[in-house]
């Protein structure tokens, strides 16, 4: 990106449009700017998830999950280009397999509660399930790869799996659902 945003309030989008990356302009209720702003919000609860006391693997991959993430916007916001590579995937893959390893089979549905970076986790997990929502509902009307879908998959059950990790730090552990099922026993 040659041009860096010197003035942010340009009052360009004050008739309710955005400019996109190759300089067209976009609704700003446009499927397109809806990927872009779940994409945005997912980034924004990742970097309030490393606000918090967090085993330094996990720092780092919630680091590195964000410059991807920025990559993913990118993408987003200029229609036919690639940033998002899928090595991206396989690095989320890996990090699933390896921080899985560590997890005690699930006994029941767990609440998104415990640690406060476990809550902050899950909050990550589901606004990753808005955005690939956001960006089917995107590859539904218009061409995309499937990288960006694939990544928000990956990432949602990896945000999962990490907040089965963080509620285990210091010893804790999930938070289960009460279903009849685990009250009887069975």
């Known amino acids: 990106m040659a041009n860096r945003l010197t ?13 996109l990356g190759d300089n067209t302009r976009v609704s700003k209720n446009s499927l397109r700017v809806h990927a872009m702003g779940d994409v945005d919000e997912l980034n924004s609860h990742i970097g309030l998830l490393l606000s918090e006391d967090l085993p330094e693997a996990v720092r780092e991959l919630l680091t590195d999950i964000q410059h991807q993430l920025f990559n993913l916007g990118g993408e987003l916001s200029i229609p036919g280009f690639e940033l998002l590579k899928t090595e991206a995937v396989l690095q989320l893959d890996q990090a699933l397999e390896r921080f899985n390893a560590e997890l005690p089979r699930l006994q029941e549905f767990i609440l998104p509660a415990g640690r406060r970076s476990a809550a902050q986790a899950h909050v990550c997990r589901t606004v990753a399930r808005r955005a690939e929502r956001a960006v089917v509902a995107l590859g539904n009307e218009e061409a995309l790869k499937d990288t960006p879908r ?27 659902w009460k279903s009849e099922r685990l009250q009887r026993g069975s």
Do not use: P
């Open 150 to 176: 694939q990544y928000l998959n990956r990432l949602s059950d990896l945000m999962f799996v990490l907040a089965r990790v963080l509620n285990r730090v210091d010893g804790g552990d999930d938070v289960y």
């Open 7 to 19: 003035q942010i309030a340009t009052r360009t989008g004050d008739n309710g449009t955005t400019g």
